[in-house]
């Protein structure tokens, strides 16, 4: 698994529609083969001097238009340091083929939560473990294509999403430098595994009171990292909560290493 | 112990030298009755533009002149946010009256590292409390003296030190309004029990590594806090590789709340 070459030279990344927004960050959307994303470069972006790219992560099942808002936010923060930013569907999202395997394990946190027993690893491992293997090449096949742009260049980062993603990502894939992960999704045992085998720098945002995340687990991830620089910062507050603050650390982590 | 009421007016504040530092810094040695301490103003701070003042706490026992080349890149660091800082020499330390309580706590302490047996509550209790309840009226005396002088004024900050030192003060000192904790000395229960009743924003940072620390404890003690605003940081490595990005988050929280 973490010898997965990176995808075929065959993936065709497609632009839809492109649309500058107010503050000169572009937008465009694309598809990548039959995964879609979008792709904001600043201004700034030229291929002259060329943009370091952060890739967005995203919370698995709730997909790009509901996330959008919080997504086009990050952008434009990023924009104003320098970054072009990407993100793309998450399987199963929006109008991707749902996984009925995910459905099912969805079904059963739901039901344990419900009745107020504890998530088994059984269920973490159905829930997160085919998302991670689907995703992880998706989005090295990402890598693939948005830095051939001339207007993109130089080190890669990857920030947030579902945190099993950006573990494995982190292991597997060398264009990616710096890793900026929210300690707010299950923890498979595997991923503590993985982790071990992360050596870039990480920057570990946790929730303290996440109504839904065990915080001993983000720990335990936090101190399984390989890497021989890295932070962890817990805010007071619950999973949406994130403080401005937090964000503009996370930035500034990214600055650190891209820039 | 809560409702200690401040020092008492007749403490004396008597200035002894007076150094500029080269970067514009006033670096002022003073008496607070037998208390020595340091003072530094950054070059902007003047009667129609006061400084807010931010006290710098110590480690135990190693007093200032060994601390000074560190508490004067803090100072300097400081002055460039437009801050004064300020440090007492602690308790039993430098040439103030050592505490034999203390020492046999000191001692008893090695002796159980050095055994490899843990390090008892009544053995912290014995090393800490008694510094907390004399350290923590030094402060506060502090507090009635300086922001008496025309160039210093604004809301006050805590920064380092002893925590179960910062804690108290941060509990009980109306004055200080933010408090950047370093949790990196022994936590006794009954600090713990005063980190209920601190509210004001905190900034802890942890050293994910540190040789002579219990993690644990640091994670109880960030739990424990009554604040709203509360975050921990914490670095990879041991007690004296705080890296440099960790002072300047440290920084920026003072200057959110302080400035």
Known sequence: MHATPSSTPSTTLTFTTE???DDGVLER???????PGVLWTPATAMPSDPAPLILLGQPGGLGTER?????????RGAATEGF????????????????????????????????GRPVTDDI???LILPLVDQAVPEWRATLDALPELPEIGGPVGFSGGVVAVGVRLAAVEPR???????AGSYVPRATLEEARRVTIPVHVLLQWDDEGNDRQAALDLFDAFGSTEKTLQANLGGHTGVPAHAAEDAGRFFARHLL
Do not use: K, W
């Open 67 to 75: 996330m959008y808002p919080r997504l086009v936010a990050r952008a």
């Open 124 to 126: 973490v491992d159905r």
């Open 19 to 21: 649309q500058p927004l």
């Open 29 to 35: 959307r694309f598809t990548l083969d039959d995964v």
């Open 84 to 115: 072009a930013t990407a993100t793309i569907e998450p399987p199963g999202a929006g109008d991707r083929p749902r996984d009925p395997g995910a459905d099912r394990a969805r079904a059963d946190l739901r039901e344990a939560l419900a009745a």
């Open 176 to 182: 990616i430098r710096a890793a900026g992960l929210f």
